[in-house]
């Protein structure tokens, strides 16, 4: 199943690429602390989950999908109805008072936004441009099946680390954390710093090296920097280059083949 969402920096093109080092079988818990578009989530489609990020219009919209996706898709048409670039920012300015209502337009946004991007101004206001697509409900007949994948997830609005202690041993965490690449690895923390600080990859670290300890089964993502790659590799992880191909970037020497780096707690096995 795919996600319902599309997401900056989201894996669907590890699940297209790269699916075969994901578990076939999850022992106990599947938890994801960086939830975002959670592709990897509706491709597994655990029994018991833990989904969790610190973005709370993002996790509304999840709680909103399990809970009342028959309201949830009638707005969506109102909106579809609606659909026009004078329309689009008049939705995007108003932030309605319901938590569907809200749901409905964080969906609409989303799927008619430039590039299906999400950003924020220091104020922490949606500021993505229109985009080209003009289609929101294309899935809706969905909503049904995102609902029941979603049934026995525990979804929650929290930092990272307080989701990676709730791991436990044979838990299966799948772990995302907000990056971007540079061609100049030199620049990867400046680039990076407003998105996930230094020292937020410092906690990350340490809240993964203790779930390990634990006996969690980890399997991260992360920029391929060199720095990173050693302090993972001190800690006993096994690291992996990736390739990936880019093609948002608004320049030419910004697109085509980039390194990503998989993280796990336990040895790789190709094939």
Not at 77 to 91: C, R
Not at 214 to 219: F, N, P, Q, S, T
Request: some cysteine; aromatic content about 14%; overall charge positive.
């Amino acid at each position: 199943m795919n996600t319902f969402l599309k997401w900056p920096g989201g894996k669907r093109w590890f699940i297209s690429k790269h699916h075969n080092y994901l578990p076939k079988k999850i022992e106990k818990n599947y938890i994801e602390p960086f939830l975002g578009g959670g592709s990897v989530f509706f491709y597994l489609l655990p029994e018991n989950a833990i989904l969790a990020d610190i973005n709370s219009d993002l996790i509304n919209v999840y709680q909103i999908m399990r809970k009342h996706y028959l309201q949830l898709g009638k707005i969506l048409q109102f909106h579809q109805e609606q659909h026009s670039p004078d329309y689009y920012y008049l939705t995007r300015t108003n932030i309605p008072e319901g938590e569907i209502e809200q749901a409905a337009r964080f969906l609409y946004l989303n799927r008619t936004c430039f590039n299906g991007m999400y950003r924020e101004n220091k104020n922490g206001v949606f500021n993505v441009p229109i985009g080209v697509k003009d289609n929101c409900i294309y899935d809706i007949d969905f909503f049904p099946h995102y609902s029941s994948a979603l049934k026995n997830a525990d979804i929650t609005t929290a930092d990272f680390g307080i989701t990676i202690r709730k791991a436990q041993e044979r838990d299966f965490l799948f772990v995302d954390p907000p990056y971007t690449i540079s061609h100049n690895q030199n620049s990867f923390i400046k680039y990076n710093q407003k998105l996930f600080t230094w020292s937020d990859q410092l906690r990350l670290l340490q809240e993964l090296s203790k779930a390990k300890e634990r006996g969690a089964i980890i399997l991260s993502t992360n920029a391929n920097y060199f720095m990173l790659r050693e302090m993972y590799e001190e800690k006993g992880f096994f690291t992996k280059p990736i390739n990936r191909y880019c093609s948002i970037s608004g320049l030419a020497k910004g697109r085509g083949m980039q390194e990503e780096l998989l993280i796990s707690s336990t040895a790789f096995i190709d094939g």
